[in-house]
């Protein structure tokens, strides 16, 4: 494991990165794989990645500083809990897995600069990264160019299917458009407020959500507005709203200014058990700063919250506790995040290889019947078949779910009439 820096334990949104990995894990919830003799390198490795007889490593690439640090933290903590169970279980193709973290600062243009530097000099096998759509951006020409493997956790906008990327959280049908279905039939959404952070995700996010208020359930959108990222003043936009009155505030604001957000909201005397609030961009992890006194009442549209009630997901949640402490909490992209080391691992033993072109060639089809979300299987399109689910927030913190789609959604990135 490579020397850490400890960014973000300053923060006081989030004390718990680096909290130690002492404890193993309950590992019952794990698939069991028979460890035989590890294969030679030389036959599962021919593209020269860091890969040894013993070991082969990864690289971990989020922003554990700057105003996204508040969403990245959970995904880092999740994706190093995957790491430790899979070592204690004997690692990938008989190697453990060794790690190097880089701290994209938030910053998009450090974010490419830290993947090259994974994939050129470090030679990583894959990497597990990015949180917002625009740090992705940023990293997919160089993940092709160099022809590495990206596992990106966070619902996104789709748009978007790359060779070099597998992506396990949801894009726009099994968020958007599965949520925006559901408010508008249970709480006769009509009239909609839509408000974002200013970057490719909010905007495109807002305009397939456009489409589909006013082309598919007859609705309108009384206004639409977005902000910088680390924005914190929202009265006026606060103001707008309380002027027009929308049935349904649809909100995609990220990172750090979800605490001036909300916080505003309450103060200006927005009761949102009255008013119907859904968002898309709010997890657990968001709720810890934001406090649930401050959002208690809204809705959330994501496939996984950490009050689930499945067996997969009591062992999860009870290993990510033992590991980074009691009082942490777990968030929609911190699951998917969980999901990319053992997604990685199950395509590299099927493919019999650490060769990227071999693994992308592979992941169609791979299942992990242990996810704490239920199960997932990746689709020839590198996306992942999930359930859509709204929760709404409580006081302390955690998500009460209220619906779920009976069945899996078929990932379809490039939805028709969308683009």
Not at 65 to 70: K, P
Not at 227 to 240: A, C, D, Y
Not at 316 to 345: C, H, N, R, S
Not at 352 to 365: L, N
Request: proline fraction near 5%.
């Amino acid at each position: 494991m490579s020397d850490e820096k400890k960014p973000g334990l300053q923060s006081p949104l989030r004390r718990k990165l680096l909290m130690g990995m002492a404890a193993l894990p309950a590992m019952s919830m794990l698939p069991r794989t028979s460890f035989a003799q590890a294969p030679a390198t030389s036959a599962i490795n021919t593209t020269g990645l860091a890969v040894t007889d013993t070991e082969v490593t990864v690289g971990i690439l989020h922003s554990v500083t700057g105003t996204m640090a508040i969403s990245e933290t959970g995904s880092v903590q999740a994706e190093k809990l995957a790491i430790d169970q899979i070592n204690a279980m004997g690692g990938v193709l008989g190697r453990k897995i060794k790690f190097i973290q880089e701290d994209g600062a938030s910053d998009w243009p450090t974010f490419a600069e830290k993947a090259k530097k994974l994939l050129v000099n470090d030679k990583v096998a894959a990497i597990m990264g990015c949180w917002t759509s625009a740090s992705r951006k940023a990293v997919l020409p160089v993940m092709e160019q160099y022809n590495g493997m990206l596992y990106y956790p966070t619902f996104y906008e789709g748009l978007e299917q790359s060779k070099n990327v597998i992506y396990t959280g949801q894009e726009a049908t099994q968020q958007i458009l599965a949520g925006l279905d559901w408010v508008s039939k249970t709480k006769n959404g009509k009239s909609f407020y839509l408000i974002g952070s200013d970057y490719i995700w909010p905007r495109t996010s807002m305009k397939i959500a456009r489409k589909h208020i006013e082309g598919k359930l007859g609705g309108k959108v009384s206004g639409e507005e977005y902000f910088p990222l680390g924005h914190t003043q929202f009265n006026s936009v606060i103001n707008k709203i309380k002027l027009t009155k929308p049935d349904v505030i649809y909100a995609a604001v990220v990172g750090g200014s979800n605490v001036a957000f909300y916080k505003q909201l309450k103060a200006a005397g927005i009761d949102l058990s009255k008013q119907t609030m859904l968002t898309i961009s709010v997890t657990e992890d968001e709720i810890d700063g934001i406090g649930g006194e401050n959002i208690a009442g809204a809705y959330a549209c994501m496939k996984y919250f950490q009050s689930l009630d499945n067996p997969n997901n009591k062992e999860f949640v009870a290993a990510f506790k033992k590991m980074w402490g009691e009082k942490t909490v777990i968030g929609d992209v911190t699951q998917a995040a969980y999901l990319g080391p053992w997604l990685w691992k199950m395509t590299v033993e099927k493919a019999g290889s650490f060769d990227v072109d071999k693994i992308a060639a592979a992941s169609a089809g791979i299942e992990f019947t242990k996810a704490p979300e239920g199960y997932v299987k990746i689709h020839p399109n590198h996306h992942l078949w999930s359930k859509a689910r709204v929760g709404q927030a409580q006081l302390d913190g955690q998500f009460k779910v209220v619906y779920e789609t009976p069945e899996l959604i078929e990932p379809d990135p490039f939805p028709k009439g969308y683009q």
